[in-house]
């Protein structure tokens, strides 16, 4: 993810630019506080008058530069994460959807929203921070050398001192950084499968339970927080005493050469005044370093999940679907449980299927396989004679319709959720919500089809979420449509109009795993196919009662 980051170095540049002009001014300025202070000592204060005047000019240059920093740095900053965050979530939507259900959904809200948090503060604002801090330095650099070379070195070198002696006092954080880290993935998966598992929790009075495993979970994370908390304080209250105590020295010696007449009074001024901008950066690096470096695990395990295991490489577009799919063969298993072996079959275009067997007999994994979201372990399955692992999963996703048991509503308008944002005609539309048993659903709404469905469908039914995403396939217009369970939630009559709909179409092939049987329309299906015991056996339709 760092090279996503280095797009936008330009605009870094052009912040730093800003920034140093800033602090070139503010340095020019303790020049003229030293020659102001310095012409005080002076018969008659020659050109007082001049420098103040040029002081309150400069202040407000000062004043203007330090505003245009604080926009340009805001911007950059903003800049840099939406670029991250959406580089992050566009390689969510690459990744393999098997490996993707994987992992919990937790996982990535995390690395969204506490991990990126992290990279933004320790890192994007690190890295101008420190860079700001060095560009300081070389200019506070210029200015003391000015006074006293002596008098630079002594300060370069206890400050380099202070400087090394905070690095090695910060290292203990990093581990506590990435350990953190941890626990808030862990953290959040718990708390999202609670929230999803409230009425459970209500009906079965398990609040205390819960309530005991959350408190441990948040003291465990509180717990690292503090350590981290507590070690900086520690580091910090050492780092100020150290500065302090230079502090103290610096300012002895500066009265010791203006006793000895080595500067004036005004370069103490100045000394002082620019002390912080010297032994500042050997601060702020102490500071900001180990968190800048602590980051690299972040983007570690930022990267690691978003890699793809599978590396099938796709070449293949599928342009067009012609003449059907076959199974040469294939073998598929989770791990040591073999759920299908050695199976053959084909299906012809424009071909009805109906798909039955017993639970855990292997009809979800036969789905998945013909959707890719799985290979298999051998053998092969291929679409119109090409293999399907190297087909392009956005070319053979366009072929193709999915009606899920667990159908997704989105926080949006009715139609948005039928078209999917689509730009569909009104009267293909108007057409969808007929076939799939939604007329009257819609006409009841109270703002038709512009009415808002809230979060996942709370506030529809399950059969007319069910309805809703078999009006989402007929408006796909796919060749291909696959429904898994699709009118389980539906009453008797609305199955049999919609499925009769379905396999009345005749350029559309239909893939239905069921355990519903209609007799009216079962004569419609070309074959039944029954998956158990890792086999696919046909069942002539006219046996089926």
Do not use: C, W
Request: aromatic residues 10%; glycine residues 6%.
């Amino acid at each position: 993810m760092k090279r996503i980051y280095n797009k936008t170095l330009i605009l870094l540049a052009a912040t730093l630019l800003v920034g140093a002009i800033a602090k070139g001014v503010s340095g020019y300025m303790t020049i003229l506080t030293r020659d102001l202070v310095d012409t005080s000592f002076l018969p008659g204060m020659p050109g007082f008058r001049e420098i103040a005047l040029r002081m309150v000019l400069f202040a407000f240059v000062l004043f203007l530069l330090e505003t245009l920093l604080s926009f340009v740095k805001g911007y950059y900053r903003k800049k840099t994460n939406v670029n991250l965050k959406m580089y992050y979530l566009e390689k969510i939507f690459q990744k393999n959807i098997n490996e993707f259900n994987k992992d919990s959904n937790a996982k990535y809200v995390s690395h969204m929203m506490s991990d990126l948090n992290t990279v933004d503060l320790d890192y994007i604002d690190g890295i101008f921070e420190l860079a700001l801090s060095v560009i300081s330095f070389v200019i506070t650099i210029i200015i003391i050398g000015g006074v006293s070379m002596e008098l630079l070195i002594i300060v370069l070198v206890v400050g380099a001192l202070v400087g090394f002696l905070s690095n090695v006092l910060s290292k203990p954080i990093q581990k506590l950084y990435e350990e953190r880290s941890g626990l808030y993935d862990k953290y959040t998966h718990y708390l999202q499968e609670v929230l999803s598992a409230f009425r459970i929790i209500r009906v079965n009075s398990l609040y205390k339970r819960v309530e005991k495993q959350f408190t441990g979970r948040s003291e465990n994370l509180q717990s690292k927080s503090y350590e981290i908390e507590k070690k900086s304080t520690y580091i910090y209250a050492v780092q100020n005493f150290m500065i302090n105590f230079v502090v103290l020295f610096v300012m002895a010696i500066s009265v010791y050469y203006t006793v000895i007449g080595k500067i004036t009074f005004g370069g103490v001024i100045l000394i002082l005044n620019n002390f912080s901008s010297l032994i500042g950066p050997f601060q702020r690096a102490s500071e900001l370093l180990p968190k800048i470096f602590s980051t690299k695990a972040l983007f570690k395990v930022l990267d690691e999940s978003l890699l793809n295991q599978d590396l099938q490489e796709e070449k293949e577009e599928l342009h067009s679907f012609q003449e059907g799919i076959s199974f040469e063969r294939v073998t598929f298993s989770y791990g040591e449980n073999k759920v299908l072996e050695d199976l053959s079959l084909s299906l012809k275009k424009n071909g009805k299927y109906l798909i039955v067997g017993p639970s855990g007999g292997g009809k979800s994994t036969f789905l998945k396989l013909l959707r890719k979201y799985f290979h298999p372990q051998s053998g092969s399955i291929y679409v119109d004679g090409k293999p399907l692992n190297y087909i392009t999963k956005e070319s053979y996703f366009k072929h193709l319709s999915n009606v899920e048991q667990n159908v997704f509503m989105f926080d949006d308008t009715v139609r948005n959720n039928l078209t999917l944002l689509k730009d569909i005609p009104e009267e293909k539309i108007q057409e969808a919500i007929t076939r799939a048993g939604l007329r009257s659903f819609v006409e009841n709404l109270p703002k038709g089809l512009e009415t808002i469905i809230e979060d996942n469908g709370r506030n529809i039914s399950g059969g007319e979420r069910s309805r809703i995403a078999i009006a989402r396939a007929l408006l796909n217009e796919s060749e291909i449509l696959i429904l898994d369970e699709a009118f389980q939630s539906l009453d008797y009559e609305t199955a049999r109009a919609i499925e009769k709909t379905i396999l009345d179409l005749p350029e559309l092939t239909v893939v239905n795993v069921s355990h519903i049987l209609i007799p009216e329309n079962k004569n419609a299906y070309d074959e039944m196919l029954y998956v158990d015991r890792k086999r696919i056996e046909r069942i002539p339709i006219s046996g089926v009662s």
